[in-house]
């Protein structure tokens, strides 16, 4: 079996990271799904949680169909990963957005100039770094290379946003969501960066 075999190749490792991904994004997903229905929370903070569990499970699922598309097609049918992995960042933005609207997230200005230099000094690393793989990247088309630069970056943004929430957050019973949420960002962002790394 595949993956009780030692690593002997960047492709074994690849998929490894994969398989990685999708189990922890999956199992984040029904945690924040548990969370939306079980816990006693108005209607607009349920549609929230809602998008954002949807979202998760969107990434999973690209990350289901792209080790499948590696293991039984050889890359064929690559792109569906990347499109259900897309389609999850809206959709993660709009819950985040809600989020904040919701809990009425105020920040003073002092806060504002900090968390945004410390954001364009995040972004201009990983734009840095990314710009070696990029560039040696081995692509047929210009979606594709942009694809791999969109993905950390727009990790980098919800990870902000989600971070800057947390830090806000005053009620203790929504401290532990949002800790896992900020947690799965870093996840994801670290793994898509690895990714881009073999």
């Known amino acids: 079996m595949w993956l009780i075999q030692p690593i002997a190749s960047e492709e074994d490792y690849q998929n490894l990271l994969t ?3 999708f189990i922890i994004l999956f199992f984040c997903g029904l945690i924040l799904l548990i969370f939306t229905f079980k816990f006693n929370i ?12 949807i979202a998760t ?7 289901l169909t792209t080790i499948l598309s590696e293991l039984v097609l050889q890359g064929e049918g690559q792109i569906i990963g990347d499109l259900f992995r897309l389609i999850g960042y809206p959709i993660f933005f ?3 957005i809600m989020q904040w609207r919701i809990l009425e997230v105020q920040v003073k200005k002092l806060e504002v100039v900090i968390f945004l230099a410390l954001f364009i000094i995040c972004l201009s690393l990983v734009l840095t770094m990314l710009n070696i793989p990029i560039l040696s990247f081995d692509s047929d088309t210009l979606s594709e290379t942009v694809l791999t ?3 950390p970056t727009m990790d980098l943004v919800l990870t ?9 957050v005053k009620r203790r019973k929504l401290i532990f969501p949002w800790i896992i949420l900020t947690l799965l960002l870093v996840n994801n962002m670290v ?4 990714s881009l790394e073999i």
Do not use: P, R, T, Y
């Not at 607009?44 to 954002?52: N, S, V, Y």
């Open 42 to 53: 108005h209607a607009q903070a349920k549609k929230a949680w809602l998008f954002i569990a």
């Open 94 to 96: 709009l819950g985040l």
């Open 57 to 63: 499970f969107s990434w999973a699922f690209g990350e």
């Open 191 to 194: 793994i898509n960066w690895q």
């Open 160 to 168: 902000f946003i989600s971070g800057i929430i947390l830090w806000k």
């Open 149 to 151: 630069a969109v993905f």
């Open 19 to 21: 398989i990685c991904a």
